[in-house]
């Protein structure tokens, strides 16, 4: 059977999976004794995620308003930036564990949850900016972490004053220190960034042979956590994060830890470039290794999550209303693949 969504008020303690330990805080979102079925409303018009170092300043303002205003919700609307930024935690650190299945914890990385979990995850927050600044065409940025030019911190995070700041990270890995996402820790910048694209074919055409490789292995109800990830999560993806966890923090903090993850804005900006693998992996990537992407097993099809939309309602998603974002309203600016001639 497919994977259900959590009960919200069956939710428990959680766990720094760093170090094992049991959390101090509280990840469990407020409860609802009304959900509803999701149903992607029509899309009107396609919102396009920017490169997010290629932005705008008209942009940047914008969107350090909705995020600040993300703030400034009270603590217990579901909306709010700790609240969403929870999310996270909740479904990642063994707050929830599978509905009927005993103490089973609900884990959606390390399988092939994990694109459909944090698309959700993002389209829900993207929509909850835009409501916030009453411009339902806001767009997140994505890090394009791929692309030679994209290979720092987006300039616009680090900007101390900005409501998008963290100071919770790496003070090493500050622009212009270049991204490692063979985590090399190789300082000679033109290597890493050769290295980078290497790894970017890799993960993207030459480890694959077939869906599994890239999207991560069967998770189902009763199956045990961390069934296998895909080459893009254990890759590129895992790399980010710790890469630009604060090593002055206990255990990684904030983007380097499951549990404090989302209180970093970055996040959702280097889950947009994760997210945009997907999308590129799926339509534009040549396909002889891996003739049919489509995962068809209904257990995958219909596995489900549980999220607040923008209008604080408690909505059920599934997975196959996430299989395709044009459906869901957005696509990415486009942006050249140069690791797309990066064969080893
Ligand atoms: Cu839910 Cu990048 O992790």
């Given at each position: 059977?497919?994977?259900?969504?959590?009960?919200?008020?069956?939710?428990?303690?959680?766990?720094?999976?760093?170090?094992?330990?049991?959390?101090?805080?509280?990840?469990?979102?407020?409860?609802?004794?009304?959900?509803?079925?999701?149903?992607?409303?029509?899309?009107?018009?396609?919102?396009?995620?920017?490169?997010?170092?290629?932005v705008s300043p008209e942009y940047i303002f914008k969107y350090n308003m909705a995020i600040d205003r993300m703030k400034r919700l009270p603590k217990d609307d579901?909306?709010?930036?700790?609240?969403?930024?929870?999310?996270?935690?909740?479904?990642?650190?063994?707050?929830?564990?599978?509905?009927?299945?005993?103490?089973?914890?609900?884990?959606?990385?390390?399988?092939?949850?994990?694109?459909?979990?944090?698309?959700?995850?993002?389209?829900?927050?993207?929509?909850?900016?835009?409501?916030?600044?009453?411009?339902?065409?806001?767009?997140?940025?994505?890090?394009?972490?791929?692309?030679?030019?994209?290979?720092?911190?987006?300039?616009?995070?680090?900007?101390?004053?900005?409501?998008?700041?963290?100071?919770?990270?790496?003070?090493?890995?500050?622009?212009?220190?270049?991204?490692?996402?063979?985590?090399?820790?190789?300082?000679?910048?033109?290597?890493?960034?050769?290295?980078?694209?290497?790894?970017?074919?890799?993960?993207?055409?030459?480890?694959?042979?077939?869906?599994?490789?890239?999207?991560?292995?069967?998770?189902?109800?009763?199956?045990?956590?961390?069934?296998?990830?895909?080459?893009?999560?254990?890759?590129?993806?895992?790399?980010?994060?710790?890469?630009?966890?604060?090593?002055?923090?206990?255990?990684?903090?904030?983007?380097?830890?499951?549990?404090?993850?989302?209180?970093?804005?970055?996040?959702?900006?280097?889950?947009?470039?994760?997210?945009?693998?997907?999308?590129?992996?799926?339509?534009?990537?040549?396909?002889?290794?891996?003739?049919?992407?489509?995962?068809?097993?209904?257990?995958?099809?219909?596995?489900?999550f549980s999220f607040y939309d923008e209008n604080a309602q408690l909505v059920r998603v599934t997975v196959k209303d996430s299989l395709d974002n044009l459906k869901?309203?957005?696509?990415?600016?486009?942006?050249?693949?140069?690791?797309?001639?990066?064969?080893?």
């Amino acid at each position: 059977n497919p994977i259900q969504p959590p009960v919200l008020d069956k939710c428990g303690v959680a766990t720094n999976l760093n170090t094992g330990q049991l959390l101090d805080i509280n990840c469990c979102p407020p409860t609802s004794d009304k959900i509803i079925d999701y149903k992607l409303p029509p899309v009107f018009s396609m919102k396009t995620r920017p490169s997010a170092h290629r932005v705008s300043p008209e942009y940047i303002f914008k969107y350090n308003m909705a995020i600040d205003r993300m703030k400034r919700l009270p603590k217990d609307d579901p909306r709010s930036f700790m609240q969403q930024a929870n999310i996270h935690c909740a479904y990642c650190n063994g707050a929830y564990d599978q509905p009927g299945q005993g103490t089973l914890d609900l884990q959606v990385h390390n399988s092939w949850l994990f694109f459909p979990f944090h698309r959700w995850y993002l389209y829900f927050y993207e929509r909850i900016l835009g409501k916030l600044i009453g411009d339902p065409t806001f767009a997140l940025p994505f890090w394009n972490w791929d692309n030679p030019k994209g290979m720092t911190i987006p300039p616009m995070y680090v900007d101390p004053k900005a409501a998008i700041y963290d100071p919770k990270r790496n003070q090493d890995h500050l622009p212009p220190n270049v991204i490692d996402l063979g985590m090399t820790g190789n300082t000679d910048p033109l290597q890493v960034v050769s290295n980078n694209l290497t790894i970017m074919y890799s993960e993207m055409i030459r480890a694959n042979s077939s869906a599994l490789d890239f999207m991560g292995q069967p998770y189902k109800e009763g199956t045990p956590v961390n069934p296998g990830p895909g080459a893009s999560e254990r890759g590129s993806h895992t790399a980010v994060h710790v890469w630009v966890g604060d090593p002055r923090e206990k255990s990684g903090e904030n983007l380097g830890n499951f549990y404090s993850a989302g209180r970093d804005p970055l996040f959702y900006c280097h889950h947009g470039n994760v997210d945009r693998m997907w999308t590129l992996w799926q339509y534009f990537l040549p396909s002889s290794k891996v003739p049919d992407k489509k995962i068809t097993d209904p257990d995958f099809l219909n596995a489900a999550f549980s999220f607040y939309d923008e209008n604080a309602q408690l909505v059920r998603v599934t997975v196959k209303d996430s299989l395709d974002n044009l459906k869901m309203g957005y696509d990415y600016e486009r942006i050249d693949l140069p690791w797309l001639d990066y064969r080893p």
